[in-house]
C-alpha cells in the first residue's frame, strides 16, 4: 500500500461509509483521481448495519451493492482500509497528510475462502453487531465486506491462533509480520466523512442500558432484525432470548437534551416508525409497539410513512419523555414509569424490550480533528472559508438522513473538484 | 498524612440534643482518626433548608446562607467550607454558585449583609463531608485505617437526594451511585449493590407536612433494602436517617409490616470499623439499635 | 486488434476448487466442445502470476475473448478488470463448490455444474463483442439551468467556479425567486440564534460578475431534446423569439408555489384581511424592514398567532398529505421579526409536532423561546375576523381544552408545490411529428415518454432512491430545490450544489460514451437491427428512461447518452432485434442452449435461474459463503435487469428441456426497489403471457415461477431454487429432452 | 384579595406569564419549557400533584393565573431536585416550584390549609426567631397546626417517636424553653429585614 501516488490534483476522502463512498465515487465518477481511507477493514460504514431504510423499507445492502461495484470498476479511485489522518498540514490546493496504516495481516493474496477463520478459536465480541455476536479472531467484517479480503484481529498475534491460521493459508495472504505503516500523501482537496456514532446510550442513566439487559439501542435492534444479524433476524431480547412482541420505543434518548446532545438527531423517530413496522410485521396483531415522543419528526414527503404507521392498529404513540426505566425482577421487563402530557395521564408501562432512540455523535471529537476546520457546539463541521479545502460531507456536517447524507456528499465532491480544477488550471 | 483542617458547618440538627446529635458524635469520632480538624463556624446559623421558601423569599434565605459564608470567610479564611447535614451543604453550595453567576444577586445580598456589618465574596469551596473523605483521602486512605472490618453485615447504601442531587459526589450518576456502597465495601462490610431506592426520595421536610404521602415513599426505602437482604441501612443524610428511622413503627401499624431496620451514618460505620467504641461511634444515638455494629463495636 | 475472435478459458484451481472438481475435465469440454482457442488452469489465478498468464496471452496470442472459470464475478473483480476484452465469469466457487456438500455421492452432480458453467462461460463470451462507443455525442459540456431562483443561481455559480459555463433561464424578469420576496432566513451559522441576511443580493452579484453564466430573464424553454452531451434547448422570451442552443446536460430548478391559502377558508384566509401565508408575512416583513410591522387594519401588529401545518399533513380532499419541512422553522424566523422589534408583542407558535432537526434546528428553537415565543401544541378548527384582528379557536392538546386565543394577526404556514411541469402519466404524449409547446411544461421535451420529468410523489420531481438521490429517470437530467422535495433554502443550495456535480458528470461521461449509474463506466449501448423491426413501439413505451424516440418513419430512436444499460428493450423487442455488444439475446441463450441436458429417464432435472445481478445473484452469493445448499440441478445466470429478460429465453428453456424456470427479480410497486425502475414489474407482465406458452407446449404452469427476491434474503433465495426441486419431483421431468 | 394581589393584575393585565418571569424566583425560565413531561414523570410525590410541574408551565403561558396560584401542586414539592437533574432544557424547576409557592402565598392565595405551607411558614418564624432550628417548638408547632384536638392527637401519635429520640439523647425538652439560638440574633434579624426590602422593592419597582 506504500505505493500510492497521489499529487495536488488528487482529492483525498476520509471515512468509507455511504458519505465517503458517495463522494469518493461521485468525483472519480467525473475522472478525478481519488483516495479513499477507512478506518474499519471494510467499506459500507453505519449503513451497512442497518437492515432497512425508511420509509421505503428498502436494504442498505442492496446500495451498497452497486457502490461496491461502482468501486471496483474504477480505475480513478484507490482504497486503503484501516487507515487513519494522523497529521494535515498545507493548504487548500496542496496540503501533505500523514496517514496512518494498522497491520491486517492479511495481503492481496487472499482469496476470502475462509480457511485461517475455520482453524481459529479465540473468538472476540463483534464490533460489527455491537457486540450482540462473537466473531473469530480471524474474520471478514460482513458478508458484503469490500474490500473482500479478511482480517487478523491484533489480539491473536503472538497466539498460536496466528500461526494456525498462517498454516491454513494456502495462498500466502497471511503476514504476521506486518507493521503498522506511516504514509505521507499529497492531495489537492480533503472531504472529511467520518460519520457518525451512536450516543453512549449508558450515560442517559434514568434509562438504565448499563443495568437492564433488556434496554438495548436502536442501532442494535437494527442488527436483531437483519438475517445477517446475531439472532438471524428474530427479535431475542438479551436477558433471557425469549421473542420480544411487545416493544418500547423511547425518542430523543441523548439527543435534544442539554444533559446530553443538543441537538435533534433528524433520523431517529424515523428510524422507530421503522422499528414498529418491523415488529409488525414479524408478530402481526400479536406484536405491540408504543412510541414516547416528545415530537415526531417525521420531516417532509416522507411524513406520509407517519401517517401509514398511526394506522397501524398495534402500534401507540404517547407523547411523554419517559422519566424512567426500572426492570421487573420477576421476568426482566422494563417498566416505563412517565407522564402522558397530553392531559396529564400518568403510566407505569411494562414491556419486553425497550428500544432506545439513540442520538447521533460525530464520530471524531470536536477536540480530536487532526485538522483545523470549524466546529460548532453540536461537534459537527460548519461550512467556513477559514477551512480551506477541507470540505465535510455527509454527517460529518450535520445530524442527516441518508438520502440527505448523500445529497451533501455530492455537493461536497464539487466543492473538491472546483479546487482540484482551480489547481489543474493554474498548473495548465 | 498531616493535619487537615475545614471551616465546618455543623446544622442545626447536628447540634446537642438535636435529632442528628449522633451523627456529630460519630463525625468527631471519624474525623479524630483521620487527623481532620473541624474548625467551627462561629456563630452560624440555620441555612433555611429547603423548606424555608414560604415564609422567606429567595433573598432572605440566600441571606442567611450568605452570612454562614461571610463568617467563615472572617473566621477560617483559606477553608473549604464543610458540612454533614445535606440540606446544609445544598443550600450553601447553592448560595455560593448563584451568588458568583449572578453580580446583582451578590450586590443585593452584600446589601442585605451589610445590615450586620457583613461582606460576602463567596469564594470558598464548598463541600460535603462525603467529598472530603472521597477526594482528599480516597478509599485506599481510608481503609488502611480500619482496625475492625465490619465483616458479615450486609449494607443499603440509601444516599437519597440532597446529597446526590444536583451536584452529585464524586461526579457519580444520579440514578445510581455507588460511593456509599464502595465505603461499605472499603469498611469490610457487604453492600447491596442492587438496592433499588437508594436515591428514593423519603420526602424529606414534608414527612412533617404530608406524612401519610411520606410514609409511603419510606416504606418502598426499607422494603427494598429487606428485598436486597440488607441487615441495615447506611445514609449521609440527617433528615434521611430520621425519616427512615423514626417512622417505621408508624408504617407498619399502617401497613402491618414488621420493620426493624436500623439505620446508621457512614461516620457510625467508619467509627466502628475505626476500632471506636459504641458511644463515640454514636451507635447509642440508634432508636433502633444496630446490634452487629455494637456486637462488634463491644469487642 | 483483429476482428477475430480468440477465446481464452482459465480454470482456477484454487479454494479447493481443484480438490472437489476435476478441472482437467472441464478444461477438455472447454477446448473440445466449446472450441476455447486458448485453455489454461491454474492453482491460484487471482494470484499475480495466474493474472499475468491471462494478459500475457491477451498481449501475445491476440486472446480477446476471456472466460474467467473461478470464483463469482463478485469476487477478486479488481484482479480480472481486464482492459480491451470481452470478459465473463463462470462461478464454481460460490456457485457450485459452496452451494454443495462435500460428499461422495454429491460428487457427480458437483461435477456436471461445474461442467456447465464451463461451458455457459464460454459459449456466453464467444456471443460477445468488445463495446465501443456509439460517437453520438457532441462532446458539450456547457449546463443549461431552467429557474433563477437561489436554487438555479446556486447551481451555476458552483458549477462555473469548477469551470464550467451554464445558461440560465428565468421566467420572470429577475433573478432571486422565492428568497428574493423574503426579508431574512432560517440561521445557516453557529449559535443559530437570530434569522440572518438572505444573501440573495450577493448571490445575485455572483451571477452577473460570472463570464461563465449567461442569463435569459423572462424566458422559458419551449423545446428540449438530445441526450447527455448534445442537448438543444429553444429558449423562448415573453416577446416570443427563440434562441437555440446546445448544452451538455441540464439542471432543472424551478422550485415551487405557495400553497393556495384560499382552500382554507376555515382559517380564515379570504375572510379576514388579517390572515396571511407566511410568504405574504415575509413580505410585509420586507417592507417593514425592520420596523413595526402592520396588518391590514394599518395597526401595528401587538399579537399574532402562526398556525403550522395549515392545509398539510392532511388527507382532506385538496389538502397536502405532506410537510413541507421548513414552516416550523420559518415560523420560528418570523416570530423573532416581531420579538426582535419589541419584545412586548405576544406572538405564539400553534404547532402539532414542533420540527427542527439537525444542528441548528433545536438551537433555533431554544432562541426563539429565550426571546419569549409562545409555543403551544394545539390544532387550529376555525378563524373568526374580530374586526381589526382574529380569533383563534383551537384545541390545547396539553391542557386538553377547547379554547380560543386573539390576534392582531394570524399566519398560516402553507406548504411547498413543486413546480414540476406537465404529469406525464396524465397528460398524452403527443405522436411523433405531432408534437407540440405546452405552456404548463417546465422543459417541452421532444422525448416519445412526455413533456417534462416524471414526478414521483406528490409532484415533487424526486428521485425514487434513497442512496442516490439524484438517479433520475431522465439521463443528464437533474432537479433541484423545492421542485425535488420541499425544503427551506439551506438544503436548496446543497442540492443545487449535488445536482450540478451530477450534471457535470453526466456531460463527461457521454462525452467518453460512458453509462451513467448504476452501471456507470458501462460502454455498450443498444443497437438494433433495422430490418427486422416491427415498428411495435415496445422499446419505446418500456424504457425505463425514455432513452428511445421515434423516427418519422417510427423506427426507434436510440439515444446512447439517455441509455442506463438495463436491457429492458432487448427484454421488451418481440422479434429479438436489439442487443448490446456484451449483453444480448445470445450472449444469454447461448448459456441456455448449451448446459447439458441429461435425458428423461437420468432422474436429473435442469433448473434455469435467472437471478438480477444487484439483489438476486448477490444474495445466492452470500448464502453460499454462510454455506446454504441448493439443489445441484440448477444453473444461475445473472442478468442486468429481470426486465432484460426476453421470453425466447423461457422458451427456449422449456423446448430444449428444462424441467423448471425460476426467475429472481426485484420488489416492484410502490416501493420497487428495481434499479432500473420498472424492470421487474415490466417482467413480471411479460411472464403472465408465459403460460400461453406452457400451454402450447402443454406443460405445467408451476414450471415458470417468478419472485421479487431481495439482497438479504440468503435463506429465501436458495430455498425458491430448492422448492423448483420439490415441484419437478411431484410433477415429473419435463417431456422435452432430446 | 390582598392589594398586592390586585396591583399584580392591574400591572400585567393578562400576560401572567410576563408577572411571573419578574417576580416569581427563577421565573425567567418558565418560557424555555419544551413540554415533554419529564419532570412531572420524575416526581416522588407525582400522583398527588393536580397539575404537574410542566403543566403548571404551560397553564402559566396560558394565562391561567387564578387555576395556578391556587393550586397546592406546588407545594406538593420535596425539594429532591430530580427534574432538575433529568430536565432536557436546564430548568430549575424545584425552585420554580418553590419560588411559585412562595408568590402565592405572598399574594395570599395559596389554599388556606394547605399543610406543606403552614409548616414552612413555622419553619421560617422558628428560624427567623432564634437563627437556628428548634425543633421540639418547630414538631409540636405543626402538630398543633391543625387546631388543639388534632394537635393532641398527633402528639399521643409522635409520643413513642419523641419518647425514642429523647432517649437517644436526640430530643432535649429543654428546648422548649430557650434552646439553641445564634448570638448575635439582633444582627441575623436586621439582614433578614434587609433582604426582604430589598425583594419588596424590586416587586413594586419593576415596570412591565
Redesign the interface.
Known sequence: MSDVIATNQTILVVGGG?SGMTAAL?AA???KQVILIEKSPSLGGR?SQL?R?FP????????????N??T????NLRIMTMAEVAAVSGEAGNYSVKVKVSPRYVNE?C????DCAKVVETEFDDEFNYGLGKRKGAYLQH??AHP?RYVLDPRVIGTDDATKAKEAC??DAIDLDMQEEEIDLTVGAIIWATGWQPYDAAKIQPYGYDRIANVITSVEFERLC???GPT?GKILRPSDGQEAKNVAMIQCAGS?DQNHL?????ICCMASLKHANYVNEKYGEEGQSTIYYI??????????FY?RVQELPNVTFT?SKVASVVENKENGNPVLHGVD????NRYANEHDLVVLAIGMEPSVPADAFPVEVKI???G?I?ADESNGAVFAAGCSA???D???A???A??S???A??VI??VA?AEG | MAKKEYSFYPGCSSQKGASAANYMVSVDAMCEELDVQLNEIPDWNCCAASIGYAGGGELPRLAMSARNLALSEQANPGQDVVATCAACWLATKETQERLHEDDGLMEETNQALSAAGLNVKADQNVRHMVEVLIEDFGYDELGKHVKRPLEGIKIAGYVGCQTNRPFGIDGESYENPKYLDKLVETMGAEPIESYEKKVQCCGGALAFSEQDKSHELIKGIIEAAYDGGADMIVTPCPLCQANVELYQDHINAKYNTKFKMPVVYYSTLMSVAYGKDAKQAGLNGQIIKAKQLEEIAGK | MSDEKKIGTYICK???IGDRINTSQMATIAERECKSNVTKEHD?L??AEGVKMIQDDIDNDGVNHVAIVA?SR?????AF?LENVAITRGNIREGVLWVRPDTDEAQETTQEMAEDYTRMAVFEVGAMNIPQTSGQSEGRKNLLVVGGGVSGMTAAV??A???YASTLVEKTGSLGGAAAKAWKRIPE???YADPEDTGVAELIAAVEASDKIEVHLNSTITKTSGAPGRFSADITTESGSTTTENFGAIIQTSGYTEYDANQLPHLGYGKSKNVVTQAELDAMALEANGGPIKNADGKEVQSVVFIQCAGQ?S?EEGHL?????HCCLTSIKQAMYFKDNNPDI?TTVM?S???????????F??SG??K?V????GIASEVTDSGGGCTVKFK?????EE?TADADLVVLATGQVANAGVDIDEVPQDEPGQWEVSVDSILNMDYRQGKDVPQL??G?N?S???????ETRRTGIYAAGPVR???DML?AK??A??A???A??AA??ADLGRAA??R??DLSFPSFRKEGCTQCKRCTVECPFGAIDEDEERYPLFNEARCRRCGTCMGACPVRVISFENYSVDTVGNQIKNVEMPDEFDEKPRILVLACE??AY?ALD?AA??GNEYSAFARVIPIRCLGSTNLIWVTDALNSGYDGVVLMG??KGE?Y?C?FVKGSEIANVRMSKVDDTLQSLSLEPERVATYEV??????RAPQLINDMAETIEKIGMSPFKF | MSNLNTEMIEKYRN?F?KEVTANVEEGEWV??C??CGVCSGSCPFGPHWDHPPQ?LF??I??G?REEVLTSSSMWMCTSCYNCIVRCP?GLPITHIMHGLAHYADRLGMAPKEQPTMKFAHKFWDNIVKNGRVNELKLSLGVYFMNGIAEGIKTSLKMQAVGLGMYKAKRLNPMEFFGGHTVKDKSGMQAIIEKAKEIEEAKIKKFEG
Not at chain 1, 415530537?295 to 406520509?304: E, F, G, L, N, P
Not at chain 1, 402530557?341 to 396529564?344: L, M, S
Not at chain 3, 398529505?321 to 419541512?325: I, L, Q, R
Open positions: 455511504i461521485e465518477e467525473c475522472g449503513v437492515y431504510y421505503k423499507l428498502c436494504h442498505p445492502t442492496c446500495g451498497l451493492e452497486i457502490n461495484r461502482r471496483k470498476m474504477n480505475k493474496n482469496t476470502a475462502c475462509g458478508k458484503m473482500q494456502k495462498y437483519d438475517p445477517h438471524g435534544r443538543k441537538h435533534c438527531s433528524r415530537d415526531i419528526r417525521a420531516i417532509d414527503r416522507i411524513d406520509d401517517r407523547k402530557t397530553e392531559g396529564y460548532n457546539e453540536e459537527f460548519e450535520d445530524a442527516l441518508v438520502n440527505r448523500v445529497q451533501n455530492t455537493a465532491a464539487l466543492r473538484i472546483q480544477n482551480s488550471g | 484454487g479454494c479447493g491460484f487471482c494470484s470464483c463478485r469476487a477478486k473483480t479488481e478488470n458552483e458549477a467556479k469548477a469551470g451559522h453557529t449559535p399533513r388527507e398529505p405532506y410537510c413541507s419541512g405576544d404547532f409536532d414542533l420540527r427542527t432537526p439537525g444542528a441548528g434546528g433545536e438551537d428553537y431554544r423561546q429565550d419569549g409562545i409555543f403551544t401544541k390545547d392538546l396539553i391542557l386538553d379554547t410523489r406528490h415533487f424526486d425514487h432512491f434513497i442512496c442516490f438521490p439524484y422535495r420541499p425544503m438544503q446543497e442540492d450544489t449535488g450540478a456535480l451530477k457535470i458528470q463527461e461521461n449509474h448504476p456507470s463506466g444487484n439483489d448477490p452470500m459463503m454462510k426485484c420488489q416501493n426497489q434499479h431481495a439482497i438479504t434474503d440468503i435463506e | 400576560n406569564l418560557k424555555m419544551m413540554q403543566e404551560m397553564m403561558r396560558a391561567k432544557r
